[in-house]
């Protein structure tokens, strides 16, 4: 649970490698915007941990990126926040079946709170749930302890349930059957496939408006756009158009190979190589008119590449992140080569404290 500025609080702390975790034993300063939580697992489970916030999650979230911007990189202070719209869901939800339950993880825990519904989960999602439990107790899945995503396209409505072995079962009126279909997600648009289990953007339909609002706010365009750690290609997809050449690079095989099948299909020929990016990478990459973006997992950068960035001869480069503080630091290791020239911090985690960062950067 995250805590409105000014709110006071007797806690037990845990402290972890880099950071601590209270559990709240008593209240001494409760802000007044604070509600009761919408969601009846929300005080236990570990997926969400903003319900509290109610109409104010949006002036929380961006008090928390203030302050976070305020201690890491304080000399930035023009940056715009986007709060998520109120119909923002996931399309994409992680349950773990121990057995007897299904649900998410407690929070700090890897005990089961089951779930019957869940209101942050597209419509489609939350009632397929009871559906996945049923099929489990009755046999007709694997009984096997393990962790099930349930995913869904865009627009949301055929449900896929992926186990960790990524094999695929479609949601039909009679149950879950085998299916190995691609999820179509339809973004701005524009058409992309992806295989079921691997990744795409949690909150689709949103992250593609929120990307094209600031990227097409960039007027970003020339050259080659080198789109690394590109998935199945939505950058590309959302900018190629505007780039006379394009390159993915992904680790993951069969990303890779719907990135070049999507690509195709939107008539952007692309340069695609299934790669690890340390090892991709070459120094004095591109050329003045290039476009380097780059949308790592959030871990950030691997070692080696903000180094290698240095040399990159593109004029432009665009860093994505989904931890704040892993971004703040790749802002330190890309100076005094490359300076932040225009952030923007997206609520593409709904009802999470997670945001999305995601900064401009010109030659230093
Ligand atoms: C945050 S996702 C972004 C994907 C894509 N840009 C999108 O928005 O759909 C990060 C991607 O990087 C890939 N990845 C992670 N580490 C990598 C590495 N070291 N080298 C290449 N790709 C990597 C993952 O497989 C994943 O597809």
């Not at 995250?2 to 559990?23: D, I, S, T």
């Not at 109409?55 to 911007?69: E, G, P």
């Not at 409505?157 to 949601?171: E, F, M, Q, S, T």
Request: hydrophobic share 45%; charged share 25%.
């Amino acid at each position: 649970m995250a805590l409105f500025p000014g709110e006071v609080v007797e806690a037990e702390v845990h402290w972890k490698a880099r950071h601590g975790e209270g559990r709240v034993l008593r209240w001494l300063k409760m802000d007044p915007r604070r509600v009761r939580a919408a969601c009846p697992v929300a005080a236990t489970c570990g997926g969400c941990d903003l319900w509290e916030g109610g109409d104010a999650v949006a002036d929380l979230k961006r008090a928390m990126a203030a302050d976070l911007l305020h201690r890491q990189l304080p000399e930035i202070q023009d940056w715009r926040y986007l709060p998520a719209p109120a119909e923002a869901r996931r399309h994409r939800i992680q349950l773990h079946w121990d057995g007897e339950f299904l649900g998410y993880h407690q929070r700090g825990s890897h005990q089961v709170v089951p779930v019957q519904a869940c209101p942050a989960a597209a419509e489609s999602l939350s009632q397929a749930i009871p559906r996945l439990q049923e099929a489990l107790l009755g046999k007709a899945l694997s009984q096997r302890p393990q962790r099930w995503e349930l995913a869904t396209g865009t627009p949301e409505g055929r449900v896929v349930a992926i186990d960790d072995k990524a094999h695929a079962w479609l949601l039909e009126p009679d149950g879950w059957h085998r299916d190995e279909a691609p999820i179509l997600e339809t973004i701005e648009g524009i058409p992309l496939r992806h295989r079921a289990g691997g990744f795409f953007q949690v909150s689709p339909p949103w992250a593609g408006q929120a990307f094209r609002e600031i990227l097409g706010g960039w007027g970003l365009k020339g050259g080659t756009l080198f789109d690394l750690y590109g998935g199945v290609g939505l950058f590309s997809a959302l900018l190629g158009s505007r780039f006379r050449h394009r390159v993915v690079v992904e680790f993951d095989q069969v990303a890779v190979e719907w990135a070049k099948k999507n690509l195709e299909a939107l008539a952007l020929p692309t340069e695609c190589f299934a790669s690890d990016i340390g090892k991709w990478l070459p120094e004095h990459l591109g050329h003045a008119e290039d476009l380097i973006l780059l949308d790592p997992p959030r871990t950030g950068l691997e070692p080696g590449v903000s180094a290698k960035l240095h040399s990159a001869e593109a004029g432009t480069v665009v860093l994505v992140g989904c931890d704040g503080a892993a971004f703040c630091r790749e802002v330190r290791r890309l100076e005094p080569a490359w300076r932040l020239v225009d952030l923007v911090v997206v609520d593409l985690f709904p009802l999470t404290h997670h945001v999305e960062c995601v900064g401009l950067f010109k030659k230093g």
